[in-house]
């Protein structure tokens, strides 16, 4: 599939804003109030920013953005529609929570319940962001069991990161957290790991006999392209990255993760590792996903040459 940079910026910067206001709602529920008004905001403000700018960017690459309001009308079957409207949910009890939490509105009886009410929403919204992929059976290397697994572990790895790095920057930084993202993002990695190992595995077991119905007959195969020129499905649908390139982003990722959590380590005698950390981790974030869409092969590409998917 070509990697669209719009749909690559949303799914990584809408994660890693889910992941965050998730994690901030768990702050608010062990926690309490934020620790000043100024941290409160600038994570809520973080996390919503990203939420906002990565569901923007979506619209970019439909051919008529003036329609995506389209989409939300079919909740009922469509993961899109679900995600969409999950998305503007959240953005209510999500921007209450953070001004009870922050202390802005002294109310807080409210923070535990307003908190437990956003990272629920938070997460379902990453669970459809993941769906809409993984349900789709015309591509094998998405219809994965782990495909969700990814979505919700970089969203949560990336959010935490984000969260060491501000309280780092405002003098708040406890050892617990450098731990507890180092541990996110270690998990990250092992998903992505076994995600990867597994669509290696799958059976590329499709031919044109089974587009065409004709297999039974015996060996099918083309007299001739269906195009003389490159069309629209070729383009978005026959994008191929090399394998050798493959494997070598596949390192990238791990080894700027692991550098990640090295950096948050240090981050215990240097808090300001903990933003070179975030960089590092959100990069990784970046190039899995550019993986995730490059690395997808969808069954149309039978009818333009390929021998099997």
Known sequence: MHPAYSVILFTTASGAGYGLLALLSLVGISHGEASSLAFGLTAMVVALGLITIGLLSSTFHLGHPERAWRAFSQWRSSWLSREGVAAVITYLPAVVFGAVWSGLIAAPALIAPLAVVTAVMAMITVLCTAKIYSTLKTIRSWHNPW???????????????ILAAITAVFGNFPA???????????????IVLLYWRSIDAAPRDLTMGDATGLGRLGTVSQWEQPHSAPNYIQKEMGYVVARKHAAQLRRLVIVALVLAILLMLSALAVPVAA????????????????????EAQHVSSLFYGAQAA
């Not at 495909?147 to 990161?161: D, H, K, Q």
């Open 275 to 294: 933003l070179l950390a975030m960089a590092l981790a959100l990069f990784a974030a970046v190039v899995q996903r550019w993986l995730f869409f490059a």
């Open 147 to 161: 495909t969700v697994w990814v979505y919700i572990s970089f969203a949560l790895a990336t959010g935490a990161v």
């Open 176 to 190: 617990f957290l450098v731990y507890f993202s180092s541990v996110l993002m270690a998990l990250a990695g092992i």
